[in-house]
């Protein structure tokens, strides 16, 4: 606890509320220290939960917007979920990209067309090839799957992605 003499401005720390009046050691004055008013436990439990309760409150108002504004300004969603490899009958190597585009509105939407991107280990575009996805519009909340056999060889590829074709 800290004390300071009001006559001399002399400030001393005390570990706790004296029991009696108190003698400054420079001027000689004499006070009585008023004992701090104590803090509630329960009182400090309250305020902590209102606090992690206004946090939590905060987070979820915050995640549920960012969703909502992500899902208007992105209402298809074209994902991969399998990638094969396929020999043809000349020997060479292609790949099988499978995946769906999902519509994550309330409304109707239009398809466009899907671009499979091949990259390199830098990410870098080694092709881009468009196709037709197998349906032309999605219902809110439905999706489509796709196949598409890439017609490059697959050789230096090093990772493939799917682009809606408005997103070019």
């Known amino acids: 606890m800290k004390v300071t003499c009001e006559f001399c401005k002399t400030e001393y720390s005390l570990p706790r509320a004296p029991a009696s009046a ?3 050691a420079i001027c000689g004055r004499v006070w009585s220290v008023a004992n701090a008013p104590r803090r509630s436990a329960t009182l ?6 209102c606090a992690l309760l206004a946090a939590v409150v905060f987070t979820v108002t915050i995640i549920g917007r960012h969703k909502i504004n992500d899902v208007q300004n992105r209402p298809l ?3 991969i979920s399998d990638i094969k490899t396929v020999v043809d009958a000349d020997g060479v ?3 099988v990209v499978s995946g769906n585009v999902i519509n994550r509105s309330d409304e109707i939407y239009g398809v466009p067309d899907l671009i499979i991107v091949s990259r390199d280990a830098d990410g870098n575009p080694i092709t881009r090839q468009k196709f037709m996805p197998s349906a032309t519009l999605l219902d809110a909340g439905a999706h489509a799957s796709f196949s598409h ?3 490059s060889p697959a050789a230096g590829v090093k990772k493939i992605t799917v682009e809606l074709g408005g997103d070019e």
């Open 44 to 49: 400090m439990f309250i305020a902590a939960v």
């Open 77 to 79: 969603v074209a994902s």
């Open 149 to 151: 056999t890439l017609s």
């Open 93 to 95: 190597p292609h790949f």
């Open 22 to 24: 108190v003698k400054c």
